[in-house]
C-alpha cells in the first residue's frame, strides 16, 4: 500500500496494492500493521455501507464530543469526496480537500477524528464503504451546510441538483457549528 499525504494534516490518501489476473482481483482494505506503520494507529469500532443513486450528497458530517476517524472507500460507482478541517487551533482550520474515490481507481482515504466529512456521488448505484473508531451518537452528531459560503467546496455537480436529506437541507453555516478546540 502507498500512503500519501494530502494537503490537510492527518488526512491520508491510500493506494492499494492490486494482485489481478484473468479471474479478477485481490486487495488488502486494512491491515493494522501497515497502517500503524504509516502513523495511522486506529481501532475500528463500526463498519457502515450506503448506497445512492448519481446526484446524493451527504454532509458536511461530524460527532461533536465523540469524533470518528474513517477509513473510507468506494466498491461501485464513484464519489467527489470531501473533507473539512474544524480543528480551530490547526493552521488548516476551515479548509477542505475534495478526491474521486471510485470502483476503478480502488483508492481509501483516511479521515482522522476532528474532521467533517461529506460526499456526492457521481454514479447511479454507487457503493459507499467506511470504518469508524467510534460508534454512531446521533444525539452528538452535527452538519454544516455543503454549500456554506465561507467554506466555498466546489462540488462537481455538473448542473445536478444535489439530492439532500432533511438534515442535510438544514445543515448549520460554518460560522455559527460547533467546532473543536
Known amino acids: 500500500m502507498r500512503f500519501l499525504p494530502t494537503a490537510l494534516p492527518g488526512v491520508i490518501l491510500i493506494e492499494p496494492r492490486l494482485f489481478g489476473d484473468e479471474r479478477g482481483f485481490f486487495m488488502e482494505s486494512w491491515n ?29 458530517h461530524y460527532q461533536r ?16 469526496d470531501v ?11 476551515g479548509q477542505s480537500l475534495g478526491l474521486e474515490l471510485s470502483a476503478e481507481n480502488r483508492r481509501m482515504l483516511w479521515v482522522p477524528p476532528g474532521f467533517g466529512h461529506g460526499f456526492v456521488t457521481l ?16 444525539e452528538d452528531e452535527r452538519c454544516i451546510a455543503w454549500n456554506d459560503a465561507d467554506l466555498a467546496i466546489d462540488w462537481p455537480l455538473d448542473g445536478l441538483e444535489p439530492k439532500l436529506s432533511a438534515r442535510d437541507r438544514a445543515g448549520a453555516a460554518f460560522a455559527d457549528a460547533e467546532v473543536y478546540p
Open 65 to 80: 464530543t465523540r469524533p470518528q476517524g474513517k477509513l473510507v472507500r468506494v466498491t461501485a460507482g464513484c464519489v467527489h
Open 123 to 138: 454514479a447511479d448505484g454507487t457503493d459507499f464503504l467506511y470504518k469508524c473508531t467510534d460508534f454512531y451518537a446521533p
Open 32 to 60: 493494522e500493521r501497515a497502517f500503524a506503520e504509516a502513523g495511522i494507529d486506529a481501532r475500528f469500532v463500526q463498519d457502515n455501507h450506503s448506497r445512492s443513486s448519481r446526484g446524493v450528497l451527504r454532509g458536511i
Open 83 to 93: 473533507v473539512v478541517d474544524l480543528r480551530r487551533a490547526s493552521p488548516t482550520f
